[in-house]
T-cell receptor, first 107, second 118 residues
Framework: GQNIDQPTEMTATEGAIVQINCTYQ??????LFWYQQHAGEAPTFLSY????GLEEKGRFSSFLSRSKGYSYLLLKELQMKDSASYLC????????FGAGTTVTVRA | GAVVSQHPSRVICKSGTSVKIECRSL??????MFWYRQFPKQSLMLMAT?????????EQGVEKDKFLINHASLTLSTLTVTSAHPEDSSFYIC??????????????FGQGTRLTVV
C-alpha cells in the first residue's frame, strides 16, 4: 500500500498561515495532487507537483520531496472560506487519496 | 477547467432496489473514468476504473456484481448499485481525465451523489 498520512484536523486564525503535511510510502508515482473539498461537495484541484520543490499559485503553495516521502500544502492569508478538508493524492494514473485534513479558520 | 456532470445529486431508495448514477464529461472526451465512494469524515476510496468500450477494473474488496459499471461512450459512464442495502449509503463521486492528456493531467470530479438506502 501507499500509506498516505495527513493530520486529521488543524485550526488557524483568519489572516494566518497554515501548513498541511502529507507523508507517504510508495515505490513510485508520477506526481502528487492537492485537492480542496468542502463538506458535501466534490474535490476541486489546488496544485500538482511532479518534480521536487515548491509550486506557488497565489495564496496556495505546495512542496514535494520525493527522497523524504513528504509533501506539504501552505495556505497563506487565510480566509474564512478556506475552511474545508484538504486531500493529498498520489498519482499513478489512479489517484490514491490520504484521509484528508480538516482546516477550520476562526475569526 | 473541464466539466464533469454527475446525476442525480441526491437519491433515496428502498432496500433491495437498484440505483443508477450517471457521470458525463461535458466538454471533453474521457477514455477513463474513476468511481469513488466516500463515507462521512473519511477519504475517497477508489472503487473501480471505468474504461470506454471494455470491462471496468475493480479494486480489491469491491463486488463487481453489486456495483455495475458501464462506459458506453467517451463522455458517459454509469454506476448501478444493485440490490442496495443501508450499508451502501454513501457519497459516490466520479472523476475523469482528458483522453490523450497523459499521466500528469488533473482529474476533474463530478458533483457527487448522496445515496441513502432506507
Amino acid at each position: 500500500g501507499q500509506n498516505i498520512d495527513q493530520p486529521t484536523e488543524m485550526t488557524a486564525t483568519e489572516g494566518a498561515i497554515v501548513q498541511i503535511n502529507c507523508t507517504y510510502q510508495t515505490s513510485g508515482f508520477n506526481g502528487l495532487f492537492w485537492y480542496q473539498q468542502h463538506a458535501g461537495e466534490a474535490p476541486t484541484f489546488l496544485s500538482y507537483n511532479v518534480l521536487d520543490g515548491l509550486e506557488e499559485k497565489g495564496r496556495f503553495s505546495s512542496f514535494l520531496s520525493r527522497s523524504k516521502g513528504y509533501s506539504y500544502l501552505l495556505l497563506k492569508e487565510l480566509q474564512m472560506k478556506d475552511s474545508a478538508s484538504y486531500l493529498c493524492a498520489l498519482n499513478d494514473y489512479k489517484l490514491s487519496f490520504g484521509a484528508g485534513t480538516t482546516v477550520t479558520v476562526r475569526a | 477547467g473541464a466539466v464533469v456532470s454527475q446525476h442525480p445529486s441526491r437519491v433515496i431508495c428502498k432496500s433491495g432496489t437498484s440505483v443508477k448514477i450517471e457521470c458525463r464529461s461535458l466538454d471533453f472526451q474521457a477514455t477513463t473514468m474513476f468511481w469513488y465512494r466516500q463515507f462521512p469524515k473519511q477519504s475517497l476510496m477508489l472503487m473501480a476504473t471505468s474504461n470506454e468500450g471494455s470491462k471496468a477494473t475493480y479494486e480489491q474488496g469491491v463486488e463487481k456484481d453489486k456495483f455495475l459499471i458501464n462506459h458506453a461512450s467517451l463522455t458517459l459512464s454509469t454506476l448501478t448499485v444493485t440490490s442496495a442495502h443501508p450499508e451502501d449509503s454513501s457519497f459516490y463521486i466520479c472523476s475523469a481525465r482528458v483522453a490523450q492528456g497523459g499521466m500528469n493531467t488533473e482529474a476533474f470530479f463530478g458533483q457527487g451523489t448522496r445515496l441513502t438506502v432506507v
